[in-house]
């Protein structure tokens, strides 16, 4: 069997064209649906194979079309055909919404990652929320106790959200440094905690060492 080519169009097909078009000039709403029953399969097949979403290619028919009863007078015969004008508007528009659906697509990851950067600490894990309500008061005072180096790079990292590495940039302090504070900070707590009524061991046992919040 021999390769399958598209149908070529009759020349009397070109001339069928530039008539609707004529009567979409002269204000006949009827020759928009002429045009669209004349077109709609060809038009939409190239929509869906760029978009390859039905619904896509369709909202870019309508698009079409309105601006051709809109502005019937873009076509310039001398360009081409009215077929391959057209359908050139139809690969136009359809890109276009590829675009936009990308860009929207790209907005609304980086929307999702903010708001999952700007979400309180406490409210990320239900445990951590119900375990910070129970000690809070108790990490407090402890952290009060701490030396002020200490309290400070650990209260950047649990309540501030903060990493080792961002608690450094932010304090002008070593990485190095703000490891062994927080390290030895967190064995003080951890010490402090656990001697306190009610508590089953260190309120800290399951929190990092490494103080990375998120």
Do not use: C, N
């Amino acid at each position: 069997m021999g390769a399958v080519s598209r149908p070529v169009r009759r020349p009397e097909d070109g001339v069928g064209d530039v008539e609707i078009l004529r009567r979409i000039r002269a204000g006949e709403r009827d020759a928009v649906d002429e045009l669209y029953e004349r077109f709609r399969r060809p038009a939409f097949a190239l929509a869906r194979r760029i978009l390859a979403d039905d619904g896509l290619a369709e909202d870019v028919l309508q698009d079409v079309f309105l601006g051709v009863w809109r502005d019937p007078y873009a076509y310039d015969g001398a360009r081409g055909s009215f077929s391959s004008w057209l359908l050139a508007v139809v690969h136009h528009k359809a890109v276009d919404a590829v675009r936009r659906e990308e860009s929207q697509r790209r907005r609304q990851a980086r929307a999702e990652d903010q708001a999952v950067l700007d979400e309180p600490v406490a409210t990320r894990d239900v445990e951590d929320d119900a375990w910070s309500r129970v000690v809070a008061d108790q990490v407090r005072s402890a952290l009060g106790e701490l030396p002020t180096p200490q309290r400070e790079a650990l209260t950047l990292a649990y309540y501030g959200g903060y990493t080792q590495r961002e608690v450094a940039a932010l304090t002008g302090t070593p990485l190095g440094t703000v490891k062994t504070r927080m390290l030895a900070g967190m064995r003080r707590l951890r010490t402090e905690l656990g001697g306190m009524p009610g508590q089953g061991g260190s309120a800290l046992d399951d929190a990092p060492l490494d103080g990375t919040a998120r």
